[in-house]
């Protein structure tokens, strides 16, 4: 699979608006891990979970193949930034006591980075995979978001999104199952953020590129008549699907 990139052109807008992972991801994620001398974040994106992990483990190699994603991601002494697919990735053979996908697997050739995954795990090493679908904020403002998502941008997600939709069911990992907690992400959003936040769908990227119209300020004034105040901050939450396995000691 060649790597299609959904994302470089909205990198600073998918930087400032994405939701961060919760601490206690990285938590339970540096507790099952067999060590922490070294973690592997693929797809790193703008470098969320590499932050995190950087604050848990000795050394953190995060490789992604978009560079504006890469731009706009922190630096820290201890991240190497590799711009690479994560089928065919730098790192040694062992080497890893864990690797970690946020919401990126479903881009991948999964065969390749399963097998990647394998080669790059120390034994007893974890690899760990998550993902979240579209947030729940309230009962009107979710209703416009649905019909946004499916009847104004739908045709415009890549297939490998059906992935998401249905919390990665299906997906064969290559060790022992981990069961893991329940996990969420949640924050106080103004009206304009939560907008933002839609502008880093790569189906609204789609849209506009293929009509040549930004279909956000139109749902913007319907979502204004359930939001109110567009200044008044609402909780808006997404659960997080979080599948995980061990490779054998």
Same mark, same amino acid.
């Given at each position: ?7 470089? $052109?909205?990198?600073?807008? !998918?930087?400032? !608006? ?10 339970w ?19 969320q ?49 864990? #690797? ?5 697997l ?19 090493? #974890? ?11 309230? %009962?009107?403002? +979710?209703?416009?978001?649905?019909? !946004?998502?499916?009847? #104004? ?7 490998e ?23 969420e992400?949640?924050?106080?959003? $103004?009206? +304009?953020a ?5 502008? $880093?769908?790569?189906? $609204? ?8 119209? +930004? ?17 008044? %901050? ?13 490779? %054998?000691?």
């Amino acid at each position: 699979m060649s790597f299609h990139d959904h994302f470089s $052109t909205q990198s600073a807008a !998918y930087a400032q !608006y994405r939701p961060n992972y919760p601490a206690a991801l990285f938590d339970w994620l540096a507790a099952v891990a067999p060590a922490h001398g070294l973690a592997w974040d693929a797809a790193t994106g703008n470098g969320q979970a590499a932050l995190e992990l950087a604050a848990r483990f000795d050394r953190v190699i995060a490789t992604e193949p978009s560079a504006g994603q890469l731009a706009n991601a922190p630096r820290r002494p201890n991240i190497d930034y590799r711009q690479e697919p994560a089928e065919r990735s730098s790192l040694p053979d062992g080497g890893a006591d864990l #690797v970690t996908v946020a919401q990126a697997l479903h881009w991948f050739d999964l065969p390749a980075f399963l097998a990647e995954a394998g080669r790059v795990l120390a034994p007893g090493g #974890v690899l760990a995979v998550w993902c979240y679908e579209v947030f729940r904020c309230e %009962p009107a403002v +979710d209703a416009l978001v649905s019909d !946004y998502y499916h009847a #104004v941008v739908g045709s415009y997600w890549p297939p490998e999104r059906r992935w998401v939709e249905q919390g990665y069911a299906g997906l064969e990992l290559p060790f022992a199952p981990l069961a893991a907690p329940e996990f969420e992400m949640a924050l106080d959003w $103004t009206l +304009d953020a939560l907008v933002g936040y839609l502008g $880093t769908w790569s189906a $609204t990227q789609r849209y506009k590129d293929d009509k040549g119209i +930004d279909p956000l300020p139109a749902l913007r004034e319907r979502l204004l008549a359930a939001w109110g105040d567009p200044a008044q %901050p609402r909780r808006v939450a997404w659960p997080l699907t979080v599948r995980a396995c061990r490779k %054998p000691a």
